[in-house]
């Protein structure tokens, strides 16, 4: 059974808020993830709909929350864009045959590669904070995790955990930081770049 209300409560920094329900009665916790499929964003005051469920602790929550007039897709007609997993182990692929040539020292795909589970368990720990209303991993954080060579492992968990994925602002600034990553190591393959991993100890 589908609800309806008004979002009359939002942090979008914590990405959750509260619904009052049309005719009144308890608010409802609204987290961000509850939102089905990849919807704008709220702001606080949008009209909603939503299915009523209950947490952990007895608590009311929203589910499945649509804006009112959005149409919900059964739950298998929701497809999944598989090409973060294709841009991340294709970078990585590429990062490993450049090694394997001669290109690039083993210590970079090392770099890319530790620094992407890092960046990973950082997006895990930081989505259970959210859940549970803790203490956050600052955005600024994340970024410099994806900046160092982490973006790959970012994305797969932007994906698989649905978390920092549709907020614009942090979408924009993740893939300045992929941008900036990425011209970095374009450097470091150009004949210059390669003089100055050579003068590198140990690499």
């Given at each position: 059974m589908r609800h309806q209300g008004r979002i009359t409560r939002w942090n979008d920094d914590k990405g959750f808020g509260f619904i009052t329900p049309n005719g009144g009665g308890a608010q409802v916790f609204l987290h961000i993830n509850a939102f089905s499929g990849r919807q704008l964003r709220p702001v606080g005051d949008e009209l909603v709909t939503y299915e009523l469920a209950v947490d952990d602790k007895g608590r009311a929550q929203a589910r499945t929350v649509a804006y009112v007039?959005?149409?919900?897709?059964?739950?298998?007609?929701?497809?999944?864009?598989?090409?973060?997993?294709?841009?991340?182990?294709?970078?990585?692929?590429?990062?490993?045959?450049?090694?394997?040539?001669?290109?690039?020292?083993?210590?970079?795909?090392?770099?890319?590669?530790?620094?992407?589970?890092?960046?990973?368990?950082?997006?895990?720990?930081?989505?259970?904070?959210?859940?549970?209303?803790?203490?956050r991993t600052r955005e600024s954080t994340l970024h410099v995790f994806a900046l160092i060579g982490g973006w790959p492992g970012a994305l797969l968990a932007q994906r698989l955990?649905?978390?920092?994925?549709?907020?614009?602002?942090?979408?924009?600034?993740?893939?300045?930081?992929?941008?900036?990553?990425?011209?970095?190591?374009?450097?470091?393959?150009?004949?210059?770049?390669?003089?100055?991993?050579?003068?590198?100890?140990?690499?």
């Open positions: 007039g959005t149409r919900i897709a059964p739950p298998r007609a929701r497809g999944r864009s598989k090409l973060p997993f294709v841009i991340a182990f294709g970078f990585l692929l590429l990062i490993g045959a450049a090694v394997h040539l001669g290109r690039l020292p083993a210590a970079v795909l090392m770099l890319y590669s530790g620094a992407s589970l890092i960046a990973f368990i950082a997006y895990a720990i930081d989505k259970s904070a959210a859940q549970r209303d803790q203490w955990l649905r978390h920092k994925s549709t907020k614009p602002s942090f979408q924009t600034t993740f893939w300045i930081t992929v941008v900036l990553n990425c011209g970095a190591l374009g450097w470091l393959l150009s004949p210059a770049g390669a003089n100055m991993l050579r003068t590198i100890p140990g690499i």
